[in-house]
């Protein structure tokens, strides 16, 4: 079964510190892999996405993500939390509309 | 944002009454979708649209129906809502097909459902 997945339930960090948020792949064809936030009582926002290319993408507000087809990962990334950085994330792959089942992050002063 | 609106954005409904919830966008996109949100299971396709009275079922179609008559609104309908339809309801919407490019989806703000 095609699948994406979030290991983990919620990602604990200190403000300052670099953040990781994992997600793995299983999907035939196009691996087409989108990162989204969701703050509180809003709809999902595009963080970033990796069509082809270069295995490092880069997206909205200091994240990026590697793509390594071996370990079929898409892990999020940030060199230096912010408190704000707290939100819900979730990794999707659009060919075919699936999404993980998210990963709550949060940023401690 | 992108010109997405739900309607309403909180509903409380019994089981067994019929419900219809409205996604309306102003992007003029050829391709709507419905989602619910769970805890434990992010985010489900219910259904979704290719253009005017053009659908197909998602991975959790079952007591939902949608309509298209405008390429602007989607609707979403729960002909017999049951308690485990209690979800928050997200549309999203895209310039392109999902399966053809890689465009990014945009989301509404929600719709938090709550069937007794």
């Known amino acids: 079964a095609q699948s994406v997945a979030q290991p983990e339930d919620q990602v604990n960090v200190a403000e300052g510190n670099p953040l990781t948020v994992k997600c793995t792949y299983s999907?035939?064809?196009?691996?087409?892999l989108f990162w989204y936030v969701q703050y509180p009582n809003r709809g999902l926002q595009f963080l970033l996405k990796?069509?082809?290319?270069?295995?490092l993408v880069k997206g909205s507000y200091g994240f990026e993500a590697e793509f390594n087809k071996s370990q079929t990962s898409f892990h999020l990334k940030k060199p230096s939390a912010l408190v704000s950085d707290s939100a819900l994330y979730f990794c999707?792959?659009?060919?075919?509309?699936?999404f993980g089942t998210g990963t709550r992050l949060q940023v401690f002063p | 944002d992108a010109g997405i609106t739900q309607s309403p954005r909180h509903k409380v409904t019994e089981t067994g009454t019929p419900v219809t919830l409205r996604c309306h966008q102003t992007?003029?996109?050829?391709?709507m979708y419905w989602y619910r949100q769970d805890p434990g299971h992010g985010l489900r396709l219910i259904h979704y649209?290719?253009?005017?009275?053009?659908?197909d079922k998602g991975e959790v179609s079952d007591g939902y129906s949608v309509s298209r008559s405008k390429t602007e609104d989607f609707l979403l309908t729960l002909e017999s809502a049951t308690s485990s339809q209690t979800s928050v309801y997200f549309c999203?919407?895209?310039?392109?097909?999902?399966?053809?490019?890689?465009?990014?989806?945009?989301f509404g703000p929600g719709t938090r459902l709550t069937v007794l």
């Open positions: 999203a919407i895209s310039e392109y097909s999902h399966g053809k490019t890689t465009d990014t989806q945009y």
């Open positions: 999907v035939s064809g196009n691996p087409y």
């Open positions: 990796y069509i082809t290319g270069d295995n």
């Open positions: 999707s792959n659009t060919d075919k509309l699936i």
């Open positions: 992007e003029n996109h050829r391709y």
């Open positions: 649209s290719y253009g005017v009275k053009d659908t």
